[in-house]
């Protein structure tokens, strides 16, 4: 579903990705963890497109998004194609990122009707599904103002899920929220998991890479450190900067 190679970012002359390279199947949970300022944000947002790569390819279901050709320049797919390939992915971030002048509903129809041009009786039954999906049918007439953090989060995965995207691409959904707020978007998720939606998951919640994640990457200084079956991360992880990690986290 996405293949990545040699990834290179930087940023004025910090160099943020270093090189990393991943491959995803689908119906892959892949968590990716590791400390702040490590890349992953950044890795998450050059796969769809949010940030540019300086050098490397990534290819979508088999299509390329861009390939760096021999003389180390890269090159972009037309922007309508970039846009076009994009659409398989959904992105939830962790500030939610709900347009604040729309109630629940409109949310989660907006970019159906302006980008899928659907029409509004044509995408309502999805919504209203969606909705009832995340445990927010009662509060399709509200605006995020009036929600909790993690009501709002549970209204950006409906959202991104509106689109139906191949792949969803989770960047510390749960971070910004109560510890008993947590719990409710990690369910949604988990249930994502068992419909074997294909994710991609930045987060330090590590019982939830444990128990639904197929897959854990660490990353560090920009590079991918480790990759490897989820239990076996955990119970015996092969590189001493991610057994670092792992105590740090406990
Ligand atoms: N737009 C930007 N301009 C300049 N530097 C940036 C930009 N975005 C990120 N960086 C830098 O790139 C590095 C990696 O940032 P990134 O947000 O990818 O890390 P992260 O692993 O997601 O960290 P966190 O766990 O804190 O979210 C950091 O040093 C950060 O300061
Ligand atoms: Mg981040």
């Known amino acids: 579903m996405i293949s990545a190679r040699d990834l290179h970012k930087r940023f004025g002359h910090v160099e943020v990705l270093k090189g990393v390279s991943l491959d ?8 990716v963890i590791g400390p702040s300022g490590s890349g992953k944000s950044t890795f998450l947002r050059c796969l769809n497109h949010l940030e540019t790569i300086d050098r490397g390819r990534i290819d979508i279901e088999g299509e390329t998004l861009v390939d760096t050709d021999a003389q180390g320049h890269c090159r972009y797919v037309g922007d309508a194609d970039i846009r076009r390939i994009c659409r398989k992915m959904g992105m ?4 939610f990122n709900l347009f604040p ?13 302006t980008v899928k041009r659907l029409r509004r009786e044509q995408i309502l039954p999805t919504a209203e599904r969606l909705l009832a999906k995340v445990g927010l049918a009662e509060k399709h007439a509200s605006y995020p103002s009036q929600l909790s953090g993690g009501q709002k989060q549970r209204v950006a995965i409906a959202r991104a899920l509106a689109m139906e995207p191949d792949i969803m691409l989770f960047d510390e959904p749960t971070s910004a ?3 008993e707020l947590t719990g409710e978007v990690l369910r949604t998720m ?10 991609l998951v930045v987060t330090h919640e590590m019982n939830f ?8 990457i660490f990353m560090d200084q920009g590079e991918l450190i480790e990759d490897a079956p989820a239990g076996e991360f955990f119970a015996n992880p092969c590189h001493p900067r991610t057994r670092a990690f792992l105590q740090s986290m406990l």
């Open 209 to 216: 890479a444990r128990e639904v994640a197929n897959r854990v």
């Open 92 to 95: 939830v971030f962790q500030q």
């Open 177 to 179: 929220l109560d510890p």
């Open 101 to 113: 002048h729309m109630t629940v509903l409109q949310n989660v129809i907006e970019a159906p009707i």
């Open 190 to 199: 988990r249930q994502l998991a068992e419909e074997h939606m294909t994710m």
């Open 24 to 31: 995803m199947g689908k119906g892959d949970v892949i968590a």
